[in-house]
C-alpha cells in the first residue's frame, strides 16, 4: 500500500511561444539557479518579464511519504500502484491544459518519457490512465480503483495529457476556444507544453521522448510530432526536444484509405469470427464502397464543407450504418456494445473522475467542468474545420525521413480504426523504405505472442490477436510487452 503527502508548487515560467503564433527565435529565458528534480516538494518560480502568461502550476505526490490526513486522500491512496510523480496544469493565457504524471516503476532517472493521448477528437486521456495503461484501473461501480500491475509506467515514466482544450479537466476561461483550429492548432498547444515541460524539468531532456496514444491519435501524434520536428530543425540543440519514437494504436491516418475496411471487417472472415453481416446487407455495402472512396476523394481535392458534408453522410450512411445498427460495439466486434462508449466501464470511470476526493487529490482546479468522458464539443469543433479529412500519411512519411522511429500496433477486433485499414495505409504509405516494409508485409510477417509483426527500419507494425480497440485493456500482458520491447528497440517475441 502507499501512501503520499502533497505538496503544492506554482511554477510561472516563460515558454518559446504562445498557440497563436512561434517566433523561430526563443526568447532568451532567465536561468534557474536551482534545477527542479522530477520530483520535489519545494517551491521555485521562474518568470519572465516578456512571457508573463505562460505558467506551470504542478502538485506534486511522492508515494513513500505518509499522507497528511488534513489533506485528504493522495494520489496513491485513490489510484493504487501510483508512483511518484506530478498532477497540474500548463496555464497559456486563457488555457489550462490538465496533466497527470508518474515516473518509472523501474529506472527513473534513466527510462524514457512517455506523452499518452486519447483520441476521439474530445476524448479525455484520463480514459486511457484508468481503463488501459495506468499505474490503476477502476473498479466496476467507480467507487473505487486497483493496481494496474501492467501500466506502462513499468517501464517509462508516462504523463497523460488532457487535450485540446475542453476535454477532460482542460478548460478555458474563454469557453469560445474549446477545440478550435482542430489539429493543427493543437500542435502549436503541445509545442507550448513540452517547452515549459523541460524549462520545469531540464533533468528529463536525457530522456528518449516518444509520443504515444489511439485512436484519433492517427490525426494527432504525426501532426504533434512533425512540428516538433520541424521545430527542432530550427532551435539551438540546447532548446530542442528529445523526440525520439511515436507510438499509434488502432490510429486513423486516412478516411479515403480506410473507408473501404468498414466492409471487410464485418462482411469477411478476415477476423475470424466473421462474418458478422448477413449477405443483403454486405452486398449493398460492398456496391457503396467505390462510390462512398470517390466522394471522400473529391472532398480532399476540394475541401468545401458542402462536399465534404456530401461525402461523410454517404458513407457514414452506407458503410457505418449498418454496423452501428447491428448493437455490436464498435471497439470490439466480439462484444456488445453496452453503455456509454459501448463499455460499461466508461460510465464507471466517469462517475470516479466526477467525485470531489478524485479531482482533489489529482489536483484538478475548481474551474475545470465536470468530468466528461469525451466532449462532443470539441468533436463539432474538429467537424467545423474539416479535421477529419485531413490525410496524415505525409506527416507519418516525414518522420520516418528525419529518423523518428514509428510503431504502428492495431487490436484485431475492432471496426472503427481497424487493421486492415491500418494495413491499406502501411502497406502503400509512400515513404523510402515502402518496398522493403510492403515485402514484410506481403512475404514475411513474423510470430510473436500477440499475433503477427513486421518491419522495416524504423517503421514497425504489429497485430495483436483479440484485442478490440483499446489494446491495453484488452491484453494488458501482450501491450506492455510490445511496449517495453520497441522502447528498448528490441524484436517482439
Ligand atoms: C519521497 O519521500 C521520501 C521520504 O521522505 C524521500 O526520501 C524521497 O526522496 C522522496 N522521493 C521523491 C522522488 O521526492
Ligand atoms: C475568446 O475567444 C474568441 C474566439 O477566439 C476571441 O474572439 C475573444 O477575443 C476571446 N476573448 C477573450 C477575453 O480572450
Ligand atoms: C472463420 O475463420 C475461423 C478461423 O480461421 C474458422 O475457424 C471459421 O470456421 C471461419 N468461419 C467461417 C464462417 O468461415
Ligand atoms: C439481414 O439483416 C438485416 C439487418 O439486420 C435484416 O433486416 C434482414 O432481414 C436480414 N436479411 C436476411 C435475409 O436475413
Given amino acids: 500500500m502507499y501512501t503520499a503527502v502533497w505538496t503544492t508548487i506554482a511554477i510561472t515560467l516563460a515558454a518559446a511561444g504562445t498557440s497563436a503564433s512561434f517566433d523561430s527565435q526563443a526568447p532568451i529565458l532567465e536561468q534557474p539557479d536551482v534545477i527542479l528534480p522530477l520530483v520535489g516538494s519545494y517551491v521555485r518560480t521562474l518568470t519572465h518579464e516578456s512571457h508573463p502568461a505562460h505558467s506551470l502550476t504542478i502538485t506534486a505526490h511522492n508515494s513513500s511519504q505518509l499522507s497528511t490526513k488534513s489533506n485528504g486522500p493522495s494520489v496513491s491512496d485513490i489510484c493504487p500502484g ?33 506523452l499518452w493521448l486519447n483520441g476521439g477528437p474530445g476524448c479525455s486521456s484520463m480514459l486511457g490512465l484508468f481503463m488501459e495503461l495506468g499505474p490503476c484501473t477502476v473498479n466496476e461501480g467507480g467507487e473505487s480503483a486497483r493496481e494496474n500491475p501492467n501500466s506502462w509506467i513499468n517501464s517509462a515514466s508516462v504523463f497523460f495529457l488532457d487535450q485540446p482544450i475542453g476535454v477532460g479537466f482542460s478548460y478555458s476561461t474563454n469557453n ?7 489539429t493543427f492548432a493543437a500542435s502549436e498547444d503541445i509545442y507550448a507544453f513540452m517547452k515549459l515541460w523541460y524549462k520545469a524539468f531540464p533533468d528529463s531532456k536525457s530522456l528518449p521522448f516518444s509520443i504515444a496514444g489511439e485512436s484519433y491519435g492517427g490525426h494527432y501524434i504525426p501532426v504533434f510530432a512533425s512540428h516538433i520536428n520541424d521545430m527542432n530543425r530550427i532551435s539551438t540543440p540546447e532548446e530542442q526536444i528529445p523526440l525520439e519514437s511515436v507510438l499509434i494504436g488502432n490510429g486513423i491516418f486516412s478516411d479515403t484509405k480506410q473507408a473501404s475496411s468498414y466492409y471487410d471487417i464485418p462482411c469477411t472472415n478476415v477476423t475470424g469470427i466473421g462474418p458478422l453481416l448477413n449477405s443483403t446487407v454486405c ?27 456530401a461525402s461523410s453522410s454517404y458513407c457514414s450512411e452506407t458503410l457505418e450504418s449498418p454496423y452501428f445498427q447491428s448493437g455490436l460495439n464498435y471497439y470490439d466486434i466480439s462484444k456488445p456494445c453496452e453503455g456509454y462508449l459501448c463499455y460499461p466501464i466508461m ?12 479531482r482533489k487529490a489529482f489536483g484538478v482546479d475548481e474551474r475545470a467542468p465536470i468530468f466528461e468522458g469525451c466532449s462532443n464539443e470539441v468533436g463539432r469543433e474538429f467537424q467545423k474545420v474539416n479535421d477529419y479529412i485531413i490525410d496524415t500519411r505525409p506527416f507519418v512519411a516525414s518522420l520516418l525521413h528525419a529518423g523518428i522511429r514509428a510503431f504502428i500496433y492495431v487490436g484485431t477486433y475492432d471496426w472503427i480504426c481497424n487493421f486492415v485499414g491500418n494495413e491499406r495505409v502501411f502497406g502503400s504509405l509512400e515513404w523510402r523504405g515502402l518496398p522493403d516494409f510492403r515485402y514484410q508485409q506481403e512475404n514475411n510477417k513474423k510470430v510473436w505472442s500477440g499475433g503477427l509483426w513486421w518491419e522495416s527500419g524504423p517503421l514497425r507494425y504489429a497485430r495483436i490477436n483479440g484485442a478490440g480497440h483499446m489494446v491495453p485493456f484488452d491484453r494488458p500482458v501482450e501491450a506492455l510487452k510490445m511496449f517495453t520491447a520497441w522502447l528498448r528497440k528490441e524484436g517482439l517475441v
Fill in 82 to 114: 501510483a508512483t511518484s510523480g506530478y498532477t497540474g496544469y500548463l496555464n497559456s493565457g486563457e488555457k489550462h491544459f490538465y496533466f497527470a504524471y508518474f515516473e518509472s516503476r523501474s529506472n527513473p532517472t534513466t527510462d524514457p518519457l512517455v
Fill in 176 to 182: 469560445s476556444e474549446h477545440g478550435q483550429g482542430g
Fill in 283 to 309: 452486398d449493398k455495402m460492398a456496391a457503396a464502397v467505390p462510390r462512398c472512396e470517390f466522394l471522400m476523394s473529391i472532398c480532399n481535392a476540394y475541401p468545401d464543407p458542402l462536399i465534404c458534408g
Fill in 347 to 358: 460510465s464507471s470511470i466517469q462517475k470516479f473522475l466526477r467525485t470531489d476526493k478524485l
